[in-house]
């Protein structure tokens, strides 16, 4: 089966910039679907745009973000396949959840309500953020060497100040503050449909590096979603780090993607 011209959206998470898709994007294009990678509500269109209006993006929440992706699938003309990192594959996952996409991956996804393994170098990497409680209602910028423990530690100190230099951009800290105190709160907007059965087929991404999201927390979401029937599947990635969908390695996890979507008949 082909791809047959179907929707895929790519929604970024935390501290990078929707246009950071970009390869992505052309490579699903050529692989024969129609792939948009919109950024999150009054996101600038460039990286520098957004760098120059951090308080355009303040305060956004996980929902916020969740129900502007969702306006935007309900207006195409079939189900779209729903790719996410980091934050946005909490997001990638919730949607799912709700019946949006045909299916979802999700690539170190943001731990959602239920997970709750909390490693040392995941607080470290929110730290940024979660350190100040005033930030709560604020967008916030990582610096370089914050940049290179989150997201660059898998790479060469060149490769990472590259990419940081490239692609960050101040984000809102409320969905970090939202995802720590998911489990304390009964209404909290990282929870996701896990026991949803009719739901398409689910992959979840994990850089055995990451510290952002370390693997031991992507492989206690996949078990979140043991009561449900419908496909629900990890794949692991020896030395990959938070950067592994713009990094000098995207490709190979662009391909993973791809295969795997091509197993599902999508």
Same mark, same amino acid.
């Given at each position: 089966?082909?791809a047959d011209?179907r929707?895929?959206?790519f ?21 024969g679907y129609?792939?948009?990678?919109p950024g999150?509500?009054?996101e600038?269109?460039t990286?520098a745009?957004?760098r120059?209006?951090?308080e355009a993006?303040?305060g956004?929440g996980?929902d916020d973000?969740?129900d ?7 207006a ?7 790719v996410g @990192?980091?934050?946005g ?5 919730k949607? *799912?959840g &709700?019946? /949006?996409?045909a299916? +979802? !991956?999700?690539?170190d996804p943001?731990?959602i309500?239920?997970?709750?393994p909390?490693p040392?170098a ?9 350190g100040n409680?005033?930030n709560?209602t604020?967008?916030?910028s ?6 290179r423990?989150g997201?660059?530690?898998?790479l ?14 101040p984000?809102?800290a ?10 304390f ?9 896990t026991?949803?059965?009719?739901r398409?087929?689910?992959l ?6 990451d @510290? ?9 979401? *996949?078990? &979140?979603y /043991?009561?449900?029937? +419908? !496909? ?6 020896e ?8 990094d000098?390695g995207?490709r190979?996890?662009a391909d993973?993607?791809l295969?795997?979507?091509a197993?599902q008949?999508?």
């Amino acid at each position: 089966m082909t791809a047959d011209g179907r929707p895929v959206v790519f929604i970024h998470g935390l501290w990078l910039h929707a246009s950071s898709w970009q390869p992505w994007v052309e490579a699903f294009r050529e692989a024969g679907y129609d792939p948009v990678a919109p950024g999150w509500p009054h996101e600038a269109d460039t990286v520098a745009g957004a760098r120059e209006a951090p308080e355009a993006v303040a305060g956004l929440g996980i929902d916020d973000v969740t129900d502007h992706m969702a306006a935007l699938i309900d207006a195409l003309p079939t189900a779209p396949v729903i790719v996410g @990192h980091s934050f946005g594959g909490l997001i990638a996952e919730k949607l *799912l959840g &709700q019946g /949006r996409g045909a299916a +979802a !991956v999700a690539i170190d996804p943001a731990q959602i309500k239920g997970v709750l393994p909390l490693p040392l170098a995941q607080l470290r990497a929110g730290l940024p953020a979660l350190g100040n409680p005033a930030n709560r209602t604020k967008a916030v910028s990582l610096t370089q060497k914050e940049f290179r423990f989150g997201f660059g530690n898998a790479l060469s100190e060149e490769e990472s100040d590259r990419l940081y230099e490239q692609w960050t951009i101040p984000s809102p800290a409320r969905p970090l503050f939202q995802a720590a105190a998911a489990n304390f709160s009964m209404h909290s907007e990282a929870a996701v449909d896990t026991h949803n059965d009719t739901r398409g087929p689910l992959l979840l991404i994990s850089g055995l590096e990451d @510290h952002t999201v370390p693997d031991v927390v992507t492989r206690s979401t *996949l078990k &979140q979603y /043991r009561t449900s029937t +419908a !496909v629900t599947e990890l794949k692991q990635f020896e030395g990959r780090g938070h950067s592994l969908t713009i990094d000098s390695g995207w490709r190979e996890v662009a391909d993973a993607v791809l295969g795997w979507l091509a197993d599902q008949g999508l």
